[in-house]
């Protein structure tokens, strides 16, 4: 399973945001395809939390369109909505504990570890998950999961690969 992260959210949503084109084109072919594909819920709640907020775009998205686009990605036929679950506090705390977290490394780690839970193979981000450090600190938690931190390039190439997804 391919979960996707806030930022090409936010991407995908906002015209005016870096690699929109792009990663409107990955999230389209998510939700037009066949494969099964998850957005942890919160991501959700940091994508309406960033695009409604007047200090990051002006304008912001209003409440009403940002829910209606998280209402149109959920309508998709293999979208899931990932959540945490009886394992998210083991998880997060060998994570923690593994990485030695701090401050908003814990947003993060709370991703990855739904994503665990949720059994994601894949967590398409254009974040700082890939630092290399975090990968290498958690690389036995995360083993079975990839980090595919989208660079430009990166997305321009997956937005071919549609039909494959």
């Not at 293999?78 to 977290?101: M, N, T």
């Not at 890939?130 to 997305?155: G, I, Q, Y």
Request: aromatic fraction near 8%; proline fraction near 4%; hydrophobic fraction near 50%.
């Amino acid at each position: 399973m391919i979960a996707i992260d806030t930022n090409l959210l936010v991407y995908a949503h906002r015209s005016e945001a870096p690699f929109h084109a792009q990663a409107f084109g990955c999230v389209k072919a998510l939700a037009e395809g066949g494969r099964r594909w998850g957005i942890p819920v919160a991501c959700l709640h940091e994508f309406l939390a960033v695009v409604t907020h007047p200090k990051v775009f002006r304008p912001a998205s209003r409440f009403d369109q940002a829910l209606a686009q998280v209402d149109a990605w959920l309508a998709a036929p293999h979208v899931q909505v990932l959540h945490s679950g009886p394992e998210h506090w083991r998880i997060l705390g060998d994570l923690a504990r593994l990485a030695r977290l701090q401050g908003g490394q814990f947003h993060d780690a709370r991703i990855a570890a739904i994503c665990i839970e949720n059994a994601v193979d894949v967590l398409w981000t254009a974040d700082r998950y890939c630092s290399v450090s975090f990968c290498l600190e958690l690389k036995p938690l995360l083993a079975r999961m990839t980090f595919c931190r989208m660079s430009r390039a990166l997305l321009v190439q997956m937005n071919g690969l549609g039909s494959v997804l």
